[in-house]
């Protein structure tokens, strides 16, 4: 089987869309959240949707067949708050390892199960390590700009768990997501570096900032060409952009890294901008019609959804991804 560097240079992958969006039309209670293991837990846990790999593996093993089946070359593993920090405010902190490990399974069964049907179209897991509730650069205390809720060292810690527990599970790639501080991100990647070197292999590895608003830089400050060039000090497979904002409005910013990247560049934005009531009402052929414009622009070697995205979505980005040649990666 190709590797996927080698893939990258030949054609558009495709990442798969939300995992939130798709758990939350299962209208699942309480009960389902808890299953047998943790039907006496002394805290509610709906709303912990990385737990239900645990406790609803089904579930999660069918949102990523969903998936498969319209054409995802990637699937992401459900573990985007899987960290020791994440699971802190459920007071699940002991699960964190096994989340990751568990949720790297249910995605790996699926990938290979969708590999065997398509042996010229194989497909990858990429554990899903979100950017956590805190922040290493900002005080959330504006009376104490000097007060931080986590520091280096404990970010650190946290993501060498959660990476070490994808590993085990057998992931492809590490996807570092969402990302909103830079430092954060630093963590994360100086976590990976420890874990390769223990190891004694090294996984390729994904990272995607989000921009938080119409400013077009990071909640921490930093533009998208200065969070790019902060952790171009580790070779990428691939650098990008995800969530906050729909197509539409993602685009410039993908054109600024798009021109400096000696990486892939991979983009899934939201499905347009939330309405009043936080829901995402851009159709799946509204969506597509927006993200063309990336790929018209060679400005794409990976394209996937993020929030308010379903099966629908990707399946009409698999299409437009056959229509188009990947940006060209000027240094691998």
């Known amino acids: 089987m190709k590797k996927i560097d080698e893939i990258l240079k030949e054609r558009i992958l495709v990442l798969d869309g939300a995992m939130g969006t798709m758990i939350q039309k299962y209208k699942l209670g309480e009960a389902d959240f808890r299953g047998d293991r943790f039907k006496d837990f002394h805290l509610d846990l709906k709303g912990n949707n990385d737990l239900l790999s645990i406790t609803r593996p089904d579930i999660i093993g069918a949102i990523h067949e969903e998936y498969l089946a319209v054409g995802a070359d990637i699937i992401e593993t459900n573990t985007f708050s899987s960290t020791t920090i994440g699971m802190a405010d459920y ?4 699960v964190a390892y096994e989340l990751n490990v568990k949720s790297a399974r ?11 049907l398509t042996p010229k179209k194989p497909r990858f897991v990429a554990g899903s390590i979100g950017p956590t509730n805190r922040t290493a650069s900002m005080s959330p205390d504006v009376n104490s700009p000097a007060f931080r809720a986590i520091n ?15 590993i085990e599970g057998g992931v492809d790639l590490l996807l570092i997501e969402t990302i909103f501080d830079t430092l954060n991100a630093k963590a994360a990647l100086f976590a990976c570096e420890e874990v390769f070197e223990e190891i004694g292999f090294k996984l390729p590895i994904m990272i995607s ?3 938080t608003d119409a400013s077009g830089r990071l909640l921490s400050g930093q533009t998208p060409e200065a969070f790019l060039i902060s952790v171009n000090h580790i ?14 409005e993602m685009e410039p910013y993908l054109q600024q890294v798009s021109r400096i990247s000696n990486s892939a560049i991979c983009a899934y934005p939201n499905a347009g901008l939330p309405n009043a009531f936080g829901e995402y009402d851009q159709s799946a052929n509204e969506f597509s019609e927006e993200v063309e414009s990336f790929l018209e622009l060679g400005l794409i070697n990976i394209i996937g959804g993020c929030c308010g995205t379903k099966p629908q979505h990707i399946k009409l980005l698999s299409e437009l991804a056959e229509k ?5 990666i000027t240094a691998w």
């Open 235 to 248: 070779p990428l497979l691939s650098f990008g952009l995800n969530c906050a904002l729909g197509a539409a």
């Open 324 to 328: 188009y040649k990947p940006r060209n």
């Open 106 to 116: 249910i995605a790996r069964e699926a990938a290979d199960k969708y590999t065997a």
């Open 91 to 94: 007071e699940l902190e002991k």
């Open 152 to 166: 280096f060292d404990q970010l650190r810690t946290a993501y060498k768990e959660q990476i070490e527990g994808l």
């Open 209 to 211: 900032g989000t921009i």
